[in-house]
C-alpha cells in the first residue's frame, strides 16, 4: 500500500493542510461498510472515523451535516486495504482505516461488551467516560451546546457508570489484544467540590493495579487543589482540564454552566498542577470556531503555554442532535494560520506532542497540530 505522503499532494495542500480541510469539510465514505470503526454521539468528539494519512490517524468527519455534502469522498478499499481520497473525483492518493480493534468482540461476565465501557480513538489510546452522565446535561440553559454525552447513552451504545473493576478488565485487553499505548479517562461533572477528580482517581488505581498503561484524567478543576497530588498519587500521569472556549463572553453563549468555573480559577488550577504533574503534563483542548477570534485563542495559549500547559487546539465539529449541529467548523485556511503559529509557540518552549505521556494531545487524532509541530522543528 502507498501511503499519503505530502509529496502525492498538489503543492498547496500537503499533509497538514489536507487533514484540516478533511476535518473542516468531513469526508463522504464510498461504502459506509467500509471497515472505518465510526464513533457517534458521546462525550469530547464525536461523528469521527479514525483514517491514517501519511502514518499519522486523524478523526475525520462522517456523520455530520458537512460530511454529507464534503466534496472529499474515500473509495471501496482495494484487496490491500488501501483506499483512494479524491475531491470532487480527483484523486489525491491513498488512506487507510485502522483494523476494528479486537478487544471489541469481548463482554464481560455479565455480558456487557467491552465496546460499551471503552472505546480506541486514534490509533492506540483507550477512552471512556467514567460517568456517562453530567450535572449540566440536563438542562439546556447549563448544558454545553455542543455536547452529546447523552446520545450514545440514551442510544445504548455505552452504560451509565463504569466500574473500576470494569475499566482495568477492558484496559488490561485492550494493551493484551491491540497494543493500546495510554487511556483517556474523562467525565461527565457529578455533583460535588472534586468535580469528578474522585471518580477519576479511583478508576486509575484499580487500572494501574491491573495493567502498566500511561492515563490521562481529565475533568473541570476541582475547588480544593489538593486533589491534583490525589490523582497523582492513584495513577494518573497526565491531567486535562478543557477550557473548550477561551474567552468570558463565548463561553456563556456555548457552555452557559461550565462558564460558572471563570478562566481565573483554571488558570490558577493550572498553575497549581503544573508543580504536581511537571511541564508539559497538564493539558487543556480548545475548540476553534465556537466564536473566539484566532488571536484571543493565541493570546490564552501564549499564557498557558509560559505556565507549562500544552494547548490542544482542534477545529470545531458540530454533532448531530446537539444546539450547535449547524454552526460552521473553522475554515482550513483559518486552521492552518492558527496551527502554525501555535506550532512555533510550543517549539520555543520545547513543549512536544511527543513528551506527553498520556491523553488527547499525545494522540493527536482531533487535530493537524502534531502534524504542524513536526515541520516546525524540521
Given amino acids: ?13 500537503p499533509t497538514e493542510r489536507l487533514i484540516n480541510e478533511l476535518q473542516s469539510s468531513g469526508v463522504r465514505l464510498a461504502d459506509p461498510k467500509s471497515g472505518a470503526t465510526s464513533r457517534r454521539g458521546g462525550a469530547g468528539p464525536s461523528d469521527h472515523a479514525p483514517i491514517t494519512i501519511d502514518g499519522m490517524t486523524v478523526m475525520v468527519p ?8 464534503s466534496p472529499y469522498t474515500i473509495d471501496r478499499p482495494d484487496a490491500s486495504g488501501a483506499s483512494r481520497v479524491r475531491r470532487d473525483g480527483v484523486e489525491l492518493g491513498t488512506v487507510s ?8 468482540e469481548l463482554s464481560t461476565a455479565d455480558g456487557i461488551p467491552y465496546s460499551k465501557i471503552a472505546t480506541l480513538h486514534g490509533r492506540d489510546v483507550l477512552a471512556t467516560t467514567v460517568l456517562q452522565t453530567c450535572i449540566r446535561y440536563e438542562s439546556r440553559t447549563k448544558s454545553c451546546r455542543f455536547c452529546a454525552i447523552g446520545q450514545s447513552l440514551a442510544a445504548g451504545r455505552t452504560i451509565a457508570r463504569k466500574t473500576p473493576a470494569q475499566l482495568a478488565e477492558v484496559a488490561r485487553a485492550a494493551v493484551e489484544l491491540d497494543g493500546v499505548k495510554h487511556m483517556v479517562l474523562t467525565t461527565g461533572t457529578p455533583p460535588g467540590a472534586d468535580r469528578g477528580a474522585a471518580v477519576l482517581a479511583d478508576s486509575a488505581a484499580a487500572i494501574k493495579a491491573a495493567v502498566d498503561l500511561p492515563i490521562q484524567g481529565q475533568c473541570e478543576p476541582p475547588d480544593d487543589d489538593a486533589w491534583f497530588a490525589r490523582m497523582k ?3 494518573i500521569d497526565a ?19 461550565k462558564a460558572q468555573v471563570p478562566l481565573a480559577r483554571y488558570m490558577a488550577a493550572f498553575r497549581a498542577a503544573v508543580p504536581v504533574f511537571g511541564r508539559n503534563q497538564v493539558s487543556t483542548y480548545i475548540l476553534a ?17 509560559e505556565i507549562g500547559v500544552y494547548p490542544f487546539v482542534v477545529p470545531f465539529v458540530p454533532i448531530a442532535g446537539t444546539p450547535l449541529e449547524s454552526h460552521p467548523s473553522p475554515s482550513p485556511d483559518v486552521m492552518h494560520g492558527l496551527l502554525a503559529r501555535l506550532a512555533q509557540m510550543l517549539g520555543k518552549a520545547d513543549l512536544r506532542a511527543t513528551d506527553i505521556k498520556a491523553g488527547c494531545g499525545r494522540c493527536g487524532a482531533c487535530s493537524a497540530l502534531a502534524t504542524y509541530e513536526r515541520g516546525a522543528r524540521r
Avoid: W
Fill in 1 to 13: 500500500m502507498k501511503p499519503l505522503t505530502s509529496h502525492d499532494l498538489p503543492t498547496a495542500m
Fill in 239 to 257: 491531567l486535562g482540564m478543557h477550557l473548550e472556549a477561551v474567552t468570558e463572553e463565548v463561553r456563556r453563549q456555548v457552555m452557559p454552566g
Fill in 62 to 69: 462522517i456523520h455530520n451535516a458537512p460530511a454529507f455534502d
Fill in 97 to 104: 482505516f485502522p483494523p476494528r480493534p479486537r478487544f471489541y
Fill in 289 to 305: 470556531g465556537l466564536g473566539d477570534r484566532t488571536e484571543d485563542i493565541l493570546g490564552v495559549c501564549e499564557q498557558l503555554v
Fill in 233 to 235: 498519587a492513584a495513577g
